[in-house]
């Protein structure tokens, strides 16, 4: 249940008739301009949402619980008793296990429903389209914009939970900085999850190829190993996972002052102490534009992928 979903078999939403899948080698020309197909197609989608709210409160329900789960898991930090336990490196390493866990759920959530649902797109999308109802490219665009007030509700509702829970920095910018990258990380899964649909006609294939995609994505952000060998470090630099964990981290960091194990000794700062490899010696606004730019990227690349796939 994603934004992506639909409910292909209402009379206002299959469009047109025969063309039962296997459509012809160029489709008739659409006669509506490509505003009206988009702005039709968008009605569509989201009256799919409004008769079957149960596929929102599934979303909700998903990301509430992680975030609750998360939350109860590393509530408040452990605050100043796990100072004295366990001195600084205790809050260092459960801010940094934290915001890992965070980017864990932003990055395989999103994806992989996004590719289930498309799935179960192809046959409404091929027969529509070879019928000269309405061109891919408009159904492309109508999906990618009725999507995102979802995906933005969704990560107001775990973003929310998540950050006053575990006991971030209390601080407006650093709120928006961390609503922004994770958001951004869900629209890049679920731009993967799309372009993984698009690969191969089997929908088991697809899932395969976005599980092996997912596993290096998060293996290699830096947190897992304390060095990422030579010649293993492209998978860093070609992971975005890498690049929102790094923003995350920098962003929590900054102008954080640890407790000391002893009241007497002066609050430790927070920076010098994230671990190296996490570290990609780039500024947030970099890393945040390194992100929008595999949006960009993986968007268009899905929608060339699936235009030729059907």
Known sequence: ???????????DE??????GGGGTPLAPPVATSAPHQVAVLSARF?????????????????????AVLLG?????????????????????????????FVVL????????NACTIMYGQKALLRRESTNGLYTPSAFFIAKSLTSLPFQVGFAIVFNSIIYFAVGYQRDAAKFAVFFAVNLLAMLVSESLGVLAAALHRSELVGQILLSAAFVPLLMY????????????AWLKRA??????????????????????PSPALPPIKAEPLIPKNVRNGLSIGADVGILFAFLVAFRVGAYLLFARAI
């Open 14 to 19: 299959g469009g047109g008739s025969g063309g």
């Open 221 to 232: 952000t830096g947190f897992i190993q304390t060095r990422t060998p030579t010649y293993l």
């Open 239 to 260: 992971s975005f996972a890498a690049y929102a964990y790094a923003a995350l981290v920098a962003n929590e960091f900054e102008g954080l002052r640890l407790p000391s």
């Open 105 to 112: 759920v932003t990055v395989l959530q999103p994806g992989a």
């Open 46 to 66: 989201l009256r799919s949402w409004a008769r079957t709210p149960a596929l929102a409160g599934i979303q909700v329900a998903q990301y509430t619980f992680f």
């Open 72 to 100: 109860a898991t590393y509530w408040r930090l452990g605050g100043p008793e796990a100072a004295k336990e366990g001195g600084p490196t205790a809050g260092v390493f459960d801010r940094v296990a934290s915001l890992w």
């Open 1 to 11: 249940a994603t934004p992506w979903s639909s409910r292909p078999g209402r009379s």
